[in-house]
């Protein structure tokens, strides 16, 4: 099966944007979909597909695609931003769902 | 909205069994295809089964093809996963999620708050 790889950590101050990525082969050919997690909740999603945020979720969040790669850019970061990010898309060779490994997002 | 209630999860030894539920309520459960993902202590998120709105259609991670059977029973909006053969490394939190796209998309929209899972001799 294919992988899909995030950076494990990334901080950005805050009002500032920042962007994390995921990539992997399959994004060639289908759209991720991005969850938060702040510690001892479950995950949330935050964004999916071509364009797309879930009702209740800030617009300063938003998404974007290119090839193998896809991002998640939020920006003017809030300090309540500050959680574990991670993607997801279906695997083009066996039609699973792949996580990628998450980045901890920290808000300095 | 709606909403997913785990249950079922606990301690078992190596080689056991365990069957998890997950109640579904305040939406039309038949219609969504549905899933299971877990995580591990500290680690990140591994989708681990799908079903489709109808059963027709179920995939498992390789990790726990063979030993998991994921099944659903819409008229009772509830959502199974029975595993044997458990291990260690199948220690984790399990998520019930709900699937957005008529395809097994990973855009899991809702989620229950998870049952822990705790596999130890």
């Known amino acids: 099966s294919s992988e899909v790889t995030q950076d494990p950590a990334v901080s950005v101050a805050l009002g500032q944007t920042v962007r994390i990525t995921c990539q992997g082969d399959s994004l060639r050919n289908y759209y991720v979909s991005w969850y938060q997690q702040k510690p001892g909740q479950a995950p949330r999603l935050v964004f999916f597909g071509q364009n797309n945020r879930p009702s209740g979720i800030p617009e300063r969040f938003s998404g974007s695609s290119s090839g193998r790669t896809s991002s998640l850019t939020i920006t003017g970061v809030q300090a309540e931003d500050e959680a574990d990010y991670y993607c997801?898309?279906?695997?083009?060779?066996?039609?699973?769902?792949?996580f990628g490994g998450g980045t901890k997002l920290t808000v300095l | 909205e709606g909403q997913l209630v785990e249950s079922g999860g606990g301690l078992v030894t190596p080689g056991g069994f365990l069957r998890l539920s997950c109640a579904a309520s305040?939406?039309?459960?038949?219609?969504?295809?549905m899933n299971w993902v877990r995580q591990a202590p500290g680690k990140g998120l591994e989708w681990v089964a799908f079903i489709s709105d109808d059963s027709k259609k179920i995939y498992y991670a390789d990790s726990v093809k063979g030993r998991f059977t994921i099944s659903r029973d819409n008229p009772k909006n509830s959502l199974l996963l029975e595993m044997s053969g458990l291990r260690t490394e199948d220690t984790a939190v399990y998520y019930c999620?709900?699937?957005?796209?008529?395809?097994?998309?990973?855009?899991?929209?809702?989620w229950g708050q998870g049952t822990l899972v705790s596999v130890s001799s």
């Open positions: 997801n898309c279906r695997d083009s060779s066996t039609l699973h769902v792949v």
């Open positions: 305040s939406f039309a459960f038949k219609t969504f295809n």
């Open positions: 999620t709900r699937d957005l796209a008529a395809y097994n998309s990973g855009y899991f929209d809702l």
